[in-house]
């Protein structure tokens, strides 16, 4: 379905998987869009089909689409302009025979990316840092807690420190949300 649906979308697409927290996640990246006046649709494995979507697409905002492992294991072409990797846990052993199988099926939402899409990427789960050497797209990691993985800092990297969230990009620093944007 979502191979489909990305053969007829031509909006970019910020695609969020994991184990646990997706549709959280699809839910307040589409309600941060709808606040900043932008449009987008939330779609996918949340309740409304991709396919469904893309007929009523304006020229606006990105889709941003929740993915399952059951949907990434059956890609081909499909290659969002953001991929999201929430976490990722022993799940859905019924439907793939191993662990490292489902994690393969997860890791599918990069397989087309290129050094001109993004990685946002949980630094605190072992399982995905152990893949992210075979991501080829710019990568941004992620961690609520910035002094514990401050000495493994990579140059992109989203964190909170001293109550107050951040973003560094190339070593230089932009708070979000902080005192002067309250």
Not at 23 to 43: D, M, W
Not at 53 to 64: A, N, S
Not at 110 to 137: H, P, R, Y
Not at 142 to 167: K, L
Request: with cysteine.
């Amino acid at each position: 379905e979502i191979e489909l649906g990305f053969l007829f979308c031509r909006q970019p697409i910020i695609a969020v998987t994991g184990t646990n927290g997706k549709s959280t996640t699809v839910s307040l990246i589409g309600h941060i869009f709808k606040s900043a006046g932008e449009e987008a649709v939330v779609c996918g494995n949340i309740g409304r089909p991709f396919c469904g979507e893309v007929e009523h697409l304006g020229p606006g905002g990105p889709v941003i689409l929740e993915v399952s492992s059951f949907q990434l294991s059956r890609i081909d072409a499909f290659r969002p302009a953001v991929g999201i990797f929430l976490n990722i846990a022993d799940n859905h052993l019924d439907r793939h025979s191993c662990p490292a199988e489902y994690i393969g099926a997860k890791l599918n939402l990069f397989k087309n990316q290129t050094s001109s899409d993004w990685a946002v990427l949980n630094c605190e789960d072992i399982n995905i840092l152990k893949i992210t050497g075979l991501i080829k797209a710019k990568k941004v990691f992620y961690s609520p807690d910035y002094e514990r993985f401050r000495p493994y800092q990579p140059i992109n990297f989203a964190s909170v420190y001293a109550e107050r969230m951040f973003a560094e990009f190339g070593g230089r620093r932009l708070w979000i949300a902080g005192e002067a944007d309250l």
